[in-house]
T-cell receptor, first 109, second 114 residues
Framework: GQNIDQPTEMTATEGAIVQINCTYQTSGFNGLFWYQQHAGEAPTFLSYNVLDGLEEKGRFSSFLSRSKGYSYLLLKELQMKDSASYLCAAGDSNYQLIWGAGTKLIIKP | TAGITQAPTSQILAAGRSMTLRCTQDMRHNAMYWYRQDLGLGLRLIHYSNTAGTTGKGEVPDGYSVSRANTDDFPLTLASAVPSQTSVYFC?????????????FGQGTRLTVV
């Protein structure tokens, strides 16, 4: 079956760095997305990886290893506004996204 | 710019009643999607449309229908609501059905079926 695994909840301190991991099993693979979702709001796009390696975009970076079925989202210089859920999604052979349940990130002062 | 708009924001619906959730986008995106989001589960695709005039079934299509008469609108209809359809429904759109394009989401419709 198809499956996305990510931790349910993580806690980090303002100003620190946090890494949110995601492992996936899909029939075929067509890219890995990360979205941010604040409570009660719509998901918003953060990153897309289709090739192995690290993609950096400001304070956020995303890494992909296709051979390991593994990705992570790295958030640096954490701010209180980064408190949100982070959703990992992988594209399958039918060009549909399979979504993880999301990781709720709690930032403490 | 409005982007993608859903209506209503929330609704309480009696079981057995029908309801249409509306979704409109002004970005001229070709692809549109309906997802439901339930606590502890990932977003699950209900139906999708790669272009106006075409629709397809997602992971959980039973009990739902859609139409795509034009580029902008993608309504989702529940013919006879059941309590298990209580959820938050998100409409989304993307420039193309290719997975290398980001999806833009509406603000969601919180539906409670009693």
């Amino acid at each position: 079956g198809q499956n996305i695994d990510q931790p349910t909840e993580m806690t980090a301190t303002e100003g620190a760095i946090v890494q949110i991991n995601c492992t996936y099993q899909t029939s075929g693979f067509n890219g890995l997305f990360w979205y941010q979702q604040h409570a009660g709001e719509a998901p918003t796009f953060l990153s897309y990886n289709v090739l192995d390696g690290l993609e950096e975009k400001g304070r956020f970076s995303s890494f992909l290893s296709r051979s390991k079925g593994y990705s992570y989202l790295l958030l640096k210089e954490l701010q209180m506004k980064d408190s949100a859920s982070y959703l990992c999604a992988a594209g399958d052979s039918n060009y549909q996204l399979i979504w993880g349940a999301g990781t709720k990130l709690i930032i403490k002062p | 710019t409005a982007g993608i708009t859903q209506a209503p924001t929330s609704q309480i619906l009696a079981a057995g009643r029908s309801m249409t959730l509306r979704c409109t986008q002004d970005m001229r995106h070709n692809a549109m999607y309906w997802y439901r989001q339930d606590l502890g589960l990932g977003l699950r695709l209900i139906h999708y449309s790669n272009t106006a005039g075409t629709t397809g079934k997602g992971e959980v299509p039973d009990g739902y229908s859609v139409s795509r008469a034009n580029t902008d609108d993608f309504p989702l209809t529940l013919a006879s609501a059941v309590p298990s359809q209580t959820s938050v429904y998100f409409c989304a759109s993307s420039d193309s059905a290719d997975l290398n394009t980001e999806a833009f989401f509406g603000q969601g419709t919180r539906l409670t079926v009693v």
